[in-house]
């Protein structure tokens, strides 16, 4: 389980990205939907490759949020579960839990002048995703910075829009936890509901 504290400068994001900028950003340059439109669809059928990311790197000097992570968080073929249940190729595989927020819980700072901490409230998020594996979420990470599964390096300056969110989101916190199995925790009970 991956938990961080992330700042969101939405001042930055709506004022220097249009409505088409924001979706392209989010999900990938090519990607257009109309104005107004709050949901966009992301199931397995509209995963991105690493070719695809490429390719729009190359085109538009960008890749999206979603088309970034896609390659490193969706299944890549098939599978079917112990319980015969079949997860087809694209399924996502992290348990994301993230919320929005405006509290500023970690404004407490030794050097506040330095990492600029403040105690007022702040637009971020608080990121929970469950991963198979810590190296799973590492590659995930990787993807963002433009550094995909098969080992394509997009060459992309830090915070670089063309990076998509990470032009806009400062990370003050991250930690990592080692979450057993449910037969090994402390209260195993939901089998006994079945």
């Known amino acids: 389980m ?10 930055g994001w709506y004022i220097n990205f249009d409505h088409a900028q924001r979706v392209s950003t989010t999900f990938r340059p090519t ?21 695809q990311n490429e390719r729009d790197y190359r085109r538009y000097r960008a890749i999206g949020h979603s088309a970034s992570i896609q390659t490193s968080s969706r299944l890549a073929a098939d599978v079917t579960g112990m319980d015969g249940t079949l997860y087809r190729k694209g399924t996502a595989i992290p348990h994301r839990a993230d919320f929005n927020t405006l509290d500023n819980p970690f404004f407490w700072s030794a050097r506040p002048d330095v990492d600029g901490m403040s105690s007022q409230p702040a637009a971020g998020l608080h990121f929970v995703v469950f991963n198979p594996t810590s190296d799973d979420f590492h590659r995930n990470r990787l993807a963002m910075d433009g550094v995909l599964p ?6 992309f300056d830090p915070k670089d829009r063309g990076q998509g969110f990470n032009s806009v989101l400062t990370t003050t916190h991250r930690q990592n936890f080692l979450v057993p199995p449910r037969r090994h925790r402390a209260f195993p009970l939901a089998e006994l509901l079945a």
Request: charged share 25%; glycine share 10%.
């Open 2 to 11: 991956h938990v961080s504290h992330i700042f969101e400068d939405l001042e």
């Open 31 to 51: 990607v257009s939907v109309p104005s107004g439109t709050l949901t966009v669809r992301q199931g397995p059928g509209d995963v991105a490759t690493e070719r």
């Open 150 to 155: 098969d080992g394509t390096k997009l060459p």
